[in-house]
């Protein structure tokens, strides 16, 4: 199977880099964007008041006068814009806001430099300038339905309600995004024809005939064959890129919309199963290749290509989506033995088991590819911020574990606060820190009542918080003037009506999330502060703290008391009762919050590689971790604790998850105990308590040893690191070691 497509791979390994963050190798791409840059540096030192709707406008003439095509022979599919696909670390459309920097200088100085400490000493992460810049989601069914062209015409027609120079402005540049579409579709036909005269392949003439047929048709005009929708999902991913450098982090959500393309093609005789599949897997292997998924595994970003693909659900009528492409998309995923496209397969406690039989049989074979994204806890959550049902019913998985209202908004995802870092900062005074955030933390060492302890604690939380997202909302809006999307926003429902920009909040849907990450840090460190210092007087409270801050230097007793107090995910009264206390109280505050776009902030609790890369710089916590420790997961337990895993699905289950947007598990299962019946009972249990995403490896600990003295023997072993997976044996040594390290269920 995987050598009926070496050529494929061969070509597409050919030209892009071997990690995600470097150009593409074709050195004459790179040169393309220096030269559209060149002419774009010289407008901009021609027309120095032009604002950054002028300038974008610019851009996308120039991008499609100097559009310059990459074609694969042995790929039907067009649409390769970008440097690099949807992260554009390079690709022209990333030239404005490198040119508007300046702009970032409007704001305060404090707010600059407090933003940047906040980052920098881990109390949290903006993936932007006061807004998450960098995760986006193609408005595939806006092109589905009505193709570029309706959409052009679309904007053509709101140009008459502009009244404002803001409001002309944008309607102008979102026009001249649209005419760039049928240039850059010209050029991919045109490269197409010219590559036909240099082969006699008859396989790769097919393709390239397809191409320069189709290219000059959709995505201009919507897709009218399932073959024109998966290239639709692609052209559209790199496309927004390309224009307006967005980094786009989805592949579409093909067994929903692109199922009636399918039975039409289908019934007319244009297309054969066994033909959808090989367009199925070539769509696929395209994500595979974006970089090389044997390349080692450092850092962790540096194999994360947010190539995710939406699987199952349901529809907008609420029925389940389970058919020919969602068993397709799963058996080519497995068969050519593929790292990415993430697979975000949504489902519900009333999933069809073959459904999830499909999924559990994967994971069960040591595949670790599959986020369940449960409907149950998802579609009430996007209905509770305003979405209406149909589109809450057909939310796009994007991202690591975002589900976002397709094309009807741009929902800010990436921006973490880190609960254990501010504990830290409470217990370890650090006068520095506090001056160059701007904020003082509330010692507790004087704390007559752990309920004086615990407020203090969540006073600090909630105040820091409240301080940041205060700097988010007043100078997130400033973005707009530094690198706005007319183009994509003009695709986006609401935008051509409010005739604004999705950075100044013209889309229907508005929401900005916050993440709550290390949530079980912060929770097992009161906990054992009340059990020994105010239940059981063991020691008084300095003296335990004392013992922390010697990292448990000769505290040996003290720290096992500290590991064997109630902690989260043991489903006792005190850790739930203090775990709902932290999350309604967050909850309450933060909901009376309007963000920079005008919309409400929502909370949610994942988080990246910085569970372990915040981790090594965290000092030791009450809880009984030493400086350096691993931080837990998402809403995991910590790895120090290990209760059975119906006690912790039963505990994370006692939280109202009515107040996240959205939250993450990620459990492994012991080979030796599971089946794929085991892990598709688990999934229901899971969707039934109302939880929101799951994320589950099945391996034993001795595979994983075997893989590290023997790793020609486990190629194919793939394990869940965190938003991403990764081929166990390309691991460095450290990744390996934590990895081996977390609790087998």
Request: proline share 4%; with cysteine.
């Amino acid at each position: 199977m995987t050598q009926h497509y070496d050529n494929l791979r061969q070509e597409l390994r050919a030209f892009h880099p071997e990690e995600c963050h470097q150009l593409c190798r074709d050195p004459e791409k790179i040169a393309n964007r220096d030269r559209m840059a060149a002419i774009l540096n010289d407008f901009a030192d021609q027309h120095p008041g032009a604002n950054a709707a002028v300038l974008r406008k610019k851009l996308y003439h120039v991008a499609a006068e100097h559009f310059y095509p990459v074609v694969f022979k042995n790929s039907p599919f067009y649409f390769e814009t970008g440097i690099n696909g949807g992260w554009a670390p390079g690709g022209i459309g990333r030239w404005l806001a490198e040119h508007n920097d300046k702009i970032k200088l409007e704001v305060p100085e404090n707010a600059r430099q407090r933003l940047s400490a906040m980052n920098r000493n881990r109390f949290a992460l903006c993936c932007g300038f006061f807004v998450d810049s960098i995760h986006h989601l193609p408005p595939f069914t806006a092109v589905l339905q009505k193709g570029f062209k309706g959409l052009y015409e679309d904007a053509k027609a709101a140009a008459s309600k502009a009244r404002t120079d803001d409001e002309r402005d944008f309607i102008a540049a979102a026009i001249a995004g649209f005419e760039a579409i049928p240039v850059i579709c010209e050029r991919f036909a045109r490269r197409a024809e010219e590559l036909l005269a240099s082969t006699d392949d008859p396989q790769q003439r097919r393709f390239l005939t397809m191409i320069a047929t189709h290219a000059r048709r959709s995505p201009w005009l919507p897709p009218t064959t399932f073959y024109e929708g998966l290239n639709m999902f692609w052209f559209c991913r790199e496309v927004f890129a390309e224009l307006d450098g967005l980094s786009c982090f989805s592949i579409g959500h093909p067994d929903d919309m692109l199922y009636e393309l399918y039975q039409q093609d289908l019934a007319a005789g244009r297309l054969t199963r066994e033909d959808a599949y090989d367009l199925i897997c070539r769509f696929l292997i395209h994500a595979d290749c974006h970089e090389n998924s044997f390349s080692p595994v450092v850092k962790g970003n540096d194999h994360e290509m947010e190539i995710p693909l939406t699987l199952g659900g349901c529809d907008s009528q609420g029925r389940e989506i389970f058919n020919d492409i969602t068993r397709m998309c799963l058996q080519a995923h497995r068969e050519l033995d593929l790292v990415f496209p993430k697979l975000h397969c949504r489902y519900s406690a009333k999933s069809s088991s073959e459904y999830l039989q499909l999924i559990a049989k994967d994971i069960y074979a040591g595949r670790g590819v599959i986020s369940g994204f449960n409907d149950d806890a998802f579609i009430p959550a996007l209905t509770r911020g305003g979405v209406s049902l149909a589109d809450a019913r057909r939310f796009v998985c994007t991202g690591c574990w975002d589900g976002y209202a397709d094309s009807a908004g741009d929902t800010d995802t990436a921006n973490y606060f880190s609960l254990a870092r501010v504990l830290e900062a409470t217990i370890y005074h650090d006068p520095e820190v506090e001056q160059a955030i701007d904020f003082h933390f509330q010692p507790i060492d004087d704390a007559q009542s752990f309920t004086q302890l615990r407020d203090t604690v969540y006073g600090n939380v909630i105040g820091l918080m409240k301080k940041m997202l205060a700097d988010y909302t007043e100078y997130g809006k400033l973005y707009v003037k530094i690198a706005p999307a007319p183009f994509f926003s003009a695709c986006q429902d609401g935008c051509l009506d409010t005739l604004k920009d999705i950075y100044a909040g013209g889309a229907r849907y508005n929401f900005r999330v916050v993440t709550l990450a290390f949530f079980a840090n912060l929770l097992d460190s009161l906990l054992a502060i009340k059990k020994i210092c105010f239940d059981d007087h063991a020691c008084t409270l300095p003296q335990f703290l004392a013992a922390v801050r010697s990292n448990w230097q000769n505290a040996d007793e003290l720290r096992q008391q500290a590991l064997h107090a109630p902690h989260w995910g043991d489903d006792s009264a005190d850790t739930t009762a203090l775990a709902r206390f932290f999350l309604d109280s967050i909850f309450a505050e933060v909901s009376k919050l309007k963000n920079n776009r005008g919309g409400s902030y929502q909370l949610a609790s994942w988080i990246y590689r910085e569970f372990r890369f915040w981790g090594e710089k965290t000092r030791a916590l009450p809880d009984g971790r030493r400086d350096g420790d691993y931080l837990a997961q998402g809403l995991n337990p910590s790895f120090l604790h290990a209760d059975t895993l119906t006690t912790m699905i039963n505990a994370i289950s006692r939280l109202d998850h009515s107040h996240f947007f959205a939250s993450n598990t990620n459990f492994v299962i012991g080979r030796q105990h599971a089946s794929p019946d085991i892990i598709e009972a688990l999934f229901r249990s899971f969707a039934q308590r109302g939880m929101h995403l799951l994320q589950l490896n099945c391996f034993n600990r001795d595979d994983l040893l075997d893989a590290q003295k023997h790793p020609e023997r486990h190629q194919s072993l793939i394990v869940r690191m965190c938003g991403f997976s990764a081929r166990f044996v390309i691991l460095s040594p450290e990744w390996q070691r934590e990895v081996i390290s977390r609790t087998i269920y």
